[in-house]
């Protein structure tokens, strides 16, 4: 059975992403493409990547008919997202890219993001999609709310340590390095090439990152208090790729252990022998993520460090994972493809 | 059915591109991983991005029970291929990635690459590896013999306009540009990462690249007397991709028609409206190669642009399509990929 | 003697190339610094590498008290510039790096540029800046017209070989290579480093780019008859340097010899041993342009090849060598940084 | 007066370095460039970015007369270095680049770098090159030992937070991104373009980089009882730079003070206002060191980064500091050069 999909917010890069996932995914055909700003244009004009691919043109998001599809990408910017998602219908099942319904607490919603929330109803059903936590309410969902790219990234070497109890939770810093693609394809100075190669700077520091809402939320609730983590991005000059290395207090043995076993059976998330470290270049492109802890000299320490590609496994790769188990298919299918190295 | 498949050379560039694509094939089985070299490792010692996939351990090519293989990739450097190839069971079938048979005359063989040939008999069985051109003769071959990624690209942008006679035979110049990775995983100084980043430089500048021997063979083939063109080729700071800018005489509408109605229906090969120009960004990680041309205010020129993915499109994308024929599979299959961008 | 110095467009990127040259200059002081967009913020907040300095604030060009100016650098974007420099003192000594006085023939100018000029009076005293071949005329000018980058490259090439009667005038082609901080520091889509890093891809083909009305009007005025060459610029994955790759039809020792007797006595131009190819990492941040020729297996051709930065020698340097001329200064004053390799 | 100039090890990356920082230096004349390995060849043929440059040819050390000579450079491998200073004249003052003479006590030495010492009659009189804060002692020493690197980097961020006890000694964190040029010139397999761009990943974790025993003897020392400092360093797509982000916990509005009081009269230590961050983009090319501060959620945690170039002030800049204090110039001749930026 083929399901039929719609993609909103085509002309940005996990849009063109989404579709080049799907273009090999044998139980998917794409229907409609939205993308107001561009609509009318084809997407090989405004991804020639695709220009191999037989896809419908961008129309705005009210041309498309949406009791013809059976599951709708929202890759829209925040607060957008929400406008849009509460406009389509009731019973249509949604995976958002945005960060608009990640948060299950209105006002913390609001501290983070700075407006009121204008879609409560669908807020209250959504679906946190971290899908190897998450999965079984993902299975049933019927909206689910995309990740954060660096929150998947910090969280996937954290929640075992943090439900096992083998970390201090008052001293945990994410030093984070993440690739350009996650800013999106907006116009902004600090984006050109000229202003952003060759070099690296820290932004969002001392904990303004929005995406220390979704660390504060999951953390807090796996281990019944709060807890509040250091996160220190940096942006690399590099298309694709975050690096979090992620400074704990607590056994490196044990923490190697806790992760190996939690993830045995992930087939997207792979734990390094123990001293081994990651490296984005071996994700590239991909839906795996690459997990390595290492101790240290001064005891008691140790350093988890987790390597994902931020348009796949952080946002279009998990947003079709999440899709595959809402529609019964297999969770894996269109997603195996290996990493593109060097 | 499921064909089994060796490659040898596994440690290199195309050895490891070869195990990317193969391992969303649906009909192809990795039996055995030849590399002298690096024989006890596993490949995710030596391509970590690699390491989801179950792979067999790399081993000498001694070591290989070639009677349980359907057909062998052979990846290996320039002369060693010879060597093995030669050694091999005459009823293999086997792709060479090498430049040990592409051309046909030995003497052109010696000159160009220094040493006499040491498979003769091989070589006179070997069919050039450029699919679209020598679809028939691939199909029915024990050995094809790869093409150079250079030679490859600027083919794709020649060949129908020498076939129909459109173009000056004695005037005809491939400036290219070219990603890295076509020189391969060889520890050189001026590979390094300070040595390459941020500039570029001509090589082989004059007449001197050995995949000159290619375009000559095939050039004056075509047009029944010989050809020369002129082709400098430089290195760019980008790991894959290469761009052929080619200068011609002849009318660029003529042009752009005669490769439009040549490459209609090949599923790989794309031309670009009258006039826009294709980037290596567009192609990157695929077996796709798209074709752009234009006129120039100086009439009667016109300059065609190819690009493709030298590791993809350029050596193994092509040779799993070559593969795909020899084995009697959709010449299309595991090789559909869309290019990973930005 | 220390001669005050106001820079207008301090915002751009030639305009910080400009102080940072400056900084070294011990015959220069910076007095001004005009940028409408960011007049009142310091040079530290739009350019954080010049912090060191001891700088003006940047202000509103209608600020500056040009009778307290010696001479003033005007890195305006093309259009703008004409306007601005029309209504300066009729005798401040101006270094203008737009495009705005480049062409001496205002119906050129019209053709090229779209608009008609708006500053006849100045356009008829410019003196075109390309150093070595007007450096007398510089000297005693008023107005002096910075080249543009990839026109001096190709300048530097082919004089001599035009000049000399080496080379076929109805054959030549300039395919060049450019680094991105020559579109400068404007919001494009295409000039974002997600779009633009990891690739290459040609621009204003088939004889459109601007620059061509320079090579038109120096190469035919240096002829004696009407020239015209192709040229094809390429978007190099790279913030600086340009490379220059020039096909002519003419004897190669005679062409290196020609080019080396012309550039024996001058600083900058480094005519490299026969054979040898420039790089544009050797030039790097430096006012040095090199040159290399190669012959052709095929008789009668040759490759010249030549290398500057951009922001340097293509504009900033040359400005600044320019400067040093009209001012009666060492021409070489603050210009002999040595180039920034790796 | 003119110094003349001795540089062993001129076919590195420093040695370069030190030759493009010495040709703009009033007070130095290069007279003899030693490089066994390439003894014969000119600084041409092994930088062409030099080739402007009057320079003496490559000659083995044995051949360099050191009568003639006032200070030495000595930008050799670790362990050669000691054996090569051992054998030089006692009277003549050197600069070593290496590790060689940086720890003082010989156990510590042999426990880090794994042989015992061979001259430990230098190593007695050698002196710490970290100028800021060894400045009297250089300008006497007549052995200056350079720092490591990130070992300046961190030391910069550090010192007087530990000289002010200002922070917790027992949790402190330096996550380093480091460019490449770092790694030096040698042919490793992970230093290629092809595996180190377009990327990131750590290496030395876990307390087994070698600055940790700068960072152990110089912390220590300072807050008169053992600190250990964890260290991470990241190898970046980018040829120079290197930013250390630096966890602590203390009040960050006394630690911006401090670091702003201590480098108050330090012309190439520039503290950004509170709340900004350095990027590694800012001081490329150059001997400036930017330091930012910033505050956390968390209370009584501060983030401390600070950029340098490694090649510059991580390096051959501070060699050529301290060749100025030891020679009686300026200190800071030679070293104006602004950053090169885009």
């Known amino acids: 059975m083929t399901h039929d999909i719609a993609i909103l917010g085509a002309s940005g890069y996990t849009g063109a992403e989404l579709v080049r996932l799907i273009a090999t995914h044998p139980g998917m055909r794409i229907k409609a493409l939205g993308a107001n700003s561009k609509a009318g244009q084809s997407m090989a004009e405004v991804f020639p990547h695709l220009r191999h691919l037989d896809l419908p043109d961008l129309v705005t998001i009210d041309e498309i008919d949406f009791s013809a599809i059976d599951l709708c990408f929202c890759a829209l910017p925040h607060a957008t997202s929400q406008e849009v998602i509460a406009s389509l219908p009731k019973d249509l099942k949604i995976v958002d890219l945005s960060a608009d319904f990640r948060l299950r607490d209105p006002a913390v919603y609001e501290k983070w993001y700075g407006n009121k929330h204008a879609a409560l109803d669908c807020q209250s059903e959504a679906v946190y999609g971290l899908t190897e936590f998450y999965r079984d309410e993902i299975r049933s969902a019927r909206l689910v709310a995309g990740t954060g790219c660096n929150a998947a990234t910090g969280q996937y070497a954290l929640r075992p340590l943090i439900a096992g109890g083998l970390i201090d939770l008052d001293d945990i810093i ?22 952003l190669s060759e070099g690296t700077h820290a932004y969002g520091v001392g904990g303004t990152h929005r995406h220390l809402a979704e660390f504060d939320q999951e953390f807090s609730a796996i281990a019944g208090r709060p807890v509040q983590v250091q996160f220190t991005p940096h942006l690399l000059p590099a298309n694709r790729g975050i690096l979090a290395t992620v400074y704990v207090k607590g056994g490196a043995a044990e923490i190697h252990g806790a992760l190996s076993r939690a993830y045995a059976e992930e087939p997207f998330l792979q734990v390094l022998p123990f001293g081994q470290t990651p490296s984005t270049r071996h994700i590239r492109g991909s839906n795996f993520c690459h997990l390595g802890v290492s101790g240290d000299r001064v005891p008691g320490r140790a350093i988890v460090i987790a390597a994902l590609d931020n348009l796949t496994k952080g946002s279009s790769g998990q947003a079709l994972q ?10 894996t299918t269109g997603l195996m493809l290996a990493p593109v190295f060097p």
Chains 1, 2, 3, 4 share one sequence.
């Open 174 to 195: 994410i030093d984070l390095k993440t690739g350009v693609s996650g800013a999106g394809r907006s116009l902004k100075e600090n984006l050109l090439h000229a202003e």
């Open 322 to 331: 999440n899709a595959n188990l809402m529609l019964g298919e297999n969770e």
